[in-house]
Structure formats: C-alpha cells, structure tokens
C-alpha cells in the first residue's frame, strides 16, 4: 500500500465548475500535510498547507481529517490555469512522502 | 535569489557512461533531496541529506550515489548509466520537515 493516495484522475470539468479531490495516508504519525501544483513538464510548487482547522486561500480550501486519515483540496470557479496535477503530500521520517499527483482538466 | 538550480537541464547518455548532476541552492537550507519522476510513478525519492557532510538512502537508491561537500550544493552521480535510468531527475531543498523548494529539472535519457 502507497504510503499517500490519490485518485490519478483525470478529472475534466467546464470553466466555473467546482471540484474536489481527495487523499488519503497511511503513516499515522505523520505531521505536517500540503498540496503541491504540478504543471506540464515543470517542477511541483505549493500550493497551499493543510490545517487541522481547515484552510482557505482564495478559491482553494484545504481540510484534513486526522482520525480517518484524510486530506482534500475544493477548488471552486474553476479556471483555465487551474489545469495541472494536483500533488497530496504528508511528512515522513527527515522527508515528504508525495502522492503520485491528480490530474485536473478546465475546458472552455 | 535564484532559488533551487540545476545543471544540466538535459543530457542523452549511453548505456554504461557516467555522469553528475548538479543540484544548488541559495536559501542556505539544512535539507536537500533528489527525486525522479517517470508517468504514472510519481515522485520518487533516490537519495537526501539533512545537513552538509551527510547522506541517506530513499526509496530508489540503487544506482545512484550522493554528495553533499557544501552545505549550498547536492551533486547526484550515476556510474554506468542504464535505460532504466531515464527519466526526469528533480532537485529539492527544505529549511526542515517542511516546504521544499524544487529546481526545474533534469531530463535525462539513456540510450
């Protein structure tokens, strides 16, 4: 079992649309949560760090659920440049453990 | 600050030739890391190092060998390349367990 996973989609969705994805892990001990934006032959960039509380930033809210192992990202109004893969990352020993990526669609 | 660069940005090889990549950073980060990406893999951990001077093994090491002489430079050796060895080669460096920085990537194909 990967020690984070994701659903490798794609996910095609119209312009305006929301979507949410979805990341589970498996390392209990893990601390520390993000997602990472991964664009066509370009290296990963944060996205955004997931809080316990939950988090927002602009269109993008991020929420993890500690008890069953959980983190999701909901974009909402989706855009043309919001096309890309969508990374779920958790911390490991000294390390990230990355999830192999959600690839996410806009059509006009 | 140029961030995280590496060197080169794409090489074609032959089975059983040598080569180093370069990996720098100017954040003067502690944490230092060298992933491969190939499709449907993900990122893939060859190799990290959590200060100047050491050294550790991730989830693909074998093959590869590592150098951290500076605290600014992560240099990743292959020895006898093999095609298996194709892929793109990403650099990454943190302050800690937290945010990690990548450089742009090495596209390397072995022939």
């Known amino acids: 079992r990967k020690e984070v996973e994701q659903d490798p989609g794609p996910f095609n969705v119209p312009e305006g649309a929301t979507v949410a994805f979805n990341c589970t892990y498996s390392?209990?001990?893990?601390?520390?949560f993000f997602w990472y934006r991964q664009d066509c032959r370009k290296e990963p960039k944060l996205l955004m760090s997931?809080?316990?509380s939950g988090n927002e930033d602009g269109r993008f809210t991020a929420q993890l659920n500690r008890a069953s192992q959980y983190i999701s990202l909901l974009i909402r109004d989706s855009k043309l440049s919001d096309s890309a893969t969508y990374l779920c990352?958790?911390?490991?020993?000294?390390?990230?453990?990355f999830g192999t990526g959600t690839r996410l669609l806009v059509s006009p | 600050n140029a961030g995280v660069t590496q060197t080169p940005k794409f090489r074609v090889l032959k089975t059983g030739q040598s080569m180093t990549l370069l990996c720098a950073q100017d954040?003067?980060?502690?944490?230092m890391y060298w992933y491969r990406q190939d499709p449907g893999m993900g990122l893939r951990l060859i190799h990290y190092?959590?200060?100047?001077?050491?050294?550790a093994k991730g989830e693909v090491p074998d093959g590869y060998n590592v150098s951290r002489l500076k605290k600014q430079n992560f240099l990743l050796g292959l020895e006898s390349a093999a095609p298996s060895q194709t892929s793109v080669y990403f650099c990454?460096?943190?302050?800690?367990?937290?945010?990690?920085?990548f450089g742009p990537g090495t596209r390397l194909l072995v022939l």
């Open positions: 990454a460096s943190s302050r800690g367990q937290e945010t990690q920085y």
């Open positions: 390392n209990s001990a893990s601390q520390s």
């Open positions: 997931v809080y316990s």
């Open positions: 990352v958790a911390t490991g020993f000294q390390k990230l453990v």
């Open positions: 954040m003067n980060h502690e944490y």
């Open positions: 190092s959590v200060g100047e001077g050491t050294t």
